[in-house]
């Protein structure tokens, strides 16, 4: 075996005597590491996503290029039937079973499904890979509180947020992806100002094919939790955005000239304020 021509480095430790930390309390059950054979693992669809194009292209570039050297066990834990929902590794395992592997080395550890949840959560929140989409996913199967208050607030406007990523040619009305600027929305404005700013898009002529994305949810929230500060009504405002276009005023916003790193949402709000206050003239 070759060795680095480099020192080796070895894992700090804490001096002698140094308190225990509480998280060392609090750590559960200790794992086991086991061959398992790939027929007992599975995917629980509360919490784990779909393998999607880019996730099959993945795929089969593990499998292509196949190594144990590169594969690092996969993290599991037991369910009824004597088998292993997988919380990390579901692409290596079918590229392992892609070329005739059997079985695949397991960590498995002993959580309940909502652990198992926040588990997939805490794994997979770091990279890049896992879409929004499919985190949000987990934290609602783990019962995240957060989570639960945008799937209500959705509810309440009858929006679907999307379980996998769709293009917007592909969303029909009142479906988005826009996870992240829902939960920003609901952050920032609060509850009713995001369901009314969701309500102008779903309850007007703007409830068409991919009429959610992300720069329309902030902006009309925001437009729509200022409006109301003034006491303008509901009932006002949903009126005001059957005068509005609201995919061809982002297509107009976009095509503005904005300083650099000026967000599209805030150049959106600008158009819907002049409007607005043409709107009001017009009514008084």
Not at 225 to 247: C, G, N
């Amino acid at each position: 075996m070759e060795q680095s021509s480099a020192p080796l480095r070895i894992i700090d430790r804490p001096p002698a005597g140094t308190p225990q930390h509480p998280a060392r309390l609090a750590t559960g059950a200790a794992p086991q590491l086991s061959w398992l054979s790939i027929d007992l693992l599975v995917v629980d669809p509360a919490y784990q996503r779909e393998i999607s194009s880019s996730g099959r292209k993945n795929i089969r570039r593990i499998a292509d290029g196949f190594r144990w050297t590169r594969f690092s066990p996969v993290i599991v834990a037991p369910v009824e039937g004597g088998r292993f929902a997988i919380l990390d590794g579901q692409h290596r395992t079918t590229a392992a079973a892609m070329i005739g592997i059997d079985s695949v080395p397991c960590q498995i550890v002993f959580a309940t499904p909502g652990e198992q949840a926040e588990a997939f959560t805490a794994i997979n929140g770091a990279t890049t890979r896992v879409h929004n989409l499919a985190l949000y996913k987990a934290a609602l199967a783990a019962g995240d509180a957060e989570a639960a208050r945008i799937a209500e607030v959705a509810a309440r406007a009858t929006v679907k947020i999307l379980s996998s990523p769709t293009t917007e040619l592909k969303q029909k009305p009142g479906e988005t992806m826009a996870i992240g600027a829902l939960k920003e929305a609901i952050r920032a404005y609060g509850d009713e100002a995001t369901i009314l700013a969701l309500r102008c898009v779903r309850e007007t002529h703007n409830n068409v094919q991919g009429g959610l994305p992300a720069a329309i949810i902030t902006a009309m929230s925001h437009f729509v939790a200022r409006a109301l500060s003034f006491d303008h009504q509901p009932t006002d405002i949903l009126a005001f955005f059957e005068s509005v276009l609201l995919i061809r005023e982002l297509d107009k916003a976009k095509m503005t000239e904005r300083p650099k790193g000026t967000a599209v949402w805030t150049v959106l709000v600008a158009r819907l304020d002049a409007a607005w206050t043409k709107h009001l003239g017009r009514a008084a």
